[in-house]
């Protein structure tokens, strides 16, 4: 995920998973992608992670713009996988990373976070290449 405006994309991530992409048809594999697994880039936990609400307009620029590179190679995304971790027990109960014990009103400020950027993170796919797919498509 950038972490600023839009210029800090690890070129070489993106190719080591443009080629993965790649590659999987070749073996009969429809590629789904999954965009943000429990793994906030420092700069944004330094922000405030989950907490701040700008975090959920970052993950929206992130969800654009995989769209827009993967662009007719993947129809099939993930906005967030484990969310109750990465919320649940990394701000919540402090077992996983960032390691926080926040009180109900602030853990309920990431959760509503979360689900802002989902929401935007699905709109953004499907802005950037409108045959991306709901997950509950055929």
């Known amino acids: 995920m950038d972490t600023g405006g839009g210029e800090h994309w690890n070129q070489a991530g993106v190719s080591c998973y443009s080629d993965s992409v790649d590659g999987l048809p070749e073996e009969g594999i429809q590629p789904w992608v999954t965009l943000f697994h429990?793994?906030?880039?420092?700069?944004?936990?330094?922000?405030?992670?989950?907490?701040?609400?700008?975090?959920?307009r970052r993950f929206e620029?992130?969800?654009?713009?995989?769209?827009?590179?993967?662009?007719g190679r993947v129809?099939?995304?993930?906005?967030?996988?484990?969310?109750?971790?990465?919320?649940?027990?990394?701000?919540?109960?402090?077992v996983d990373a960032p390691g926080l014990r926040l009180d109900d009103d602030s853990l309920s400020a990431c959760r509503e976070a979360f689900c802002?950027?989902?929401?935007?993170?699905?709109?953004?796919?499907?802005r950037a290449d409108g045959e991306n797919r709901r997950f509950y498509e055929q």
């Not at 802002?116 to 499907?126: D, R, W």
């Open 61 to 71: 620029a992130c969800a654009e713009k995989m769209a827009e590179l993967f662009r």
């Open 38 to 56: 429990r793994d906030l880039p420092q700069a944004l936990q330094r922000q405030g992670g989950w907490q701040n609400p700008e975090t959920a």
């Open 116 to 126: 802002q950027a989902h929401s935007l993170g699905q709109k953004a796919l499907h």
């Open 75 to 94: 129809r099939r995304w993930f906005t967030f996988n484990e969310s109750q971790r990465f919320i649940g027990m990394g701000y919540g109960t402090g």
